[in-house]
């Protein structure tokens, strides 16, 4: 590779990792061809990206606000999963290609500016969406205040059927 292509690769990593704050280092061993162009292509579809890189020319585009513990993880074969948005559906979107398919391993990551090791990975994968978790607050915020209108009505509705029955009897 040359000088000039190797530059711009770091400056392009540099831009990746400052746009997303949230990605994982993945273990693609033994992953064949059509397996990684599947996972392209799942990636794609969601708005994730990945991309296997170098190690050297990915830590010179690693800056310095970065966890040490981070660096460290770049040795062998090393590809990223960029996550802009929803870190946590790239993770059980990775986690259910390395289940079906048993070739990826995550080693770390970033989760939202967090350091994440590869054995708390699985702990990210089975949690829910942010949706998910704002519908789920919400509902809860509103439920004493429907519970609140039910019994409030039912006076009104007792009475209803009250009337109804003796208008039927006369």
């Not at 990223?80 to 289940?99: C, E, M, T, Y």
């Amino acid at each position: 590779m040359k000088k000039r292509s190797k530059e711009k690769l770091v400056k392009e990593l540099g831009d990746s990792f400052k746009s997303c704050n949230s990605f994982y280092l993945v273990d693609f061993r033994k992953m064949a061809v059509s397996q990684a162009v599947e996972l392209r292509n799942l990636f794609r579809e969601n708005s994730y990206s990945f991309r296997v890189v170098k190690n050297r020319l990915a830590l010179r585009a690693l800056r310095e606000d970065f966890p040490e513990d981070l660096k460290k993880y770049f040795q062998g074969p090393t590809a990223i999963a960029f996550a802009s948005q929803n870190p946590v559906g790239l993770a059980r979107l990775i986690k259910d290609f390395s289940v079906r398919n048993k070739v990826l391993t995550v080693k770390a990551g970033l989760l939202d500016g967090q350091f994440l090791s590869g054995e708390r990975f699985a702990e990210v994968a089975v949690l829910r969406s942010r949706e998910e978790l704002v519908a789920k607050i919400g509902y809860l915020m509103a439920f004493p205040l429907i519970k609140l209108l039910r019994t409030w009505q039912a006076p009104i509705s007792s009475l209803g059927r009250l009337l109804s029955q003796i208008k039927t009897k006369k």
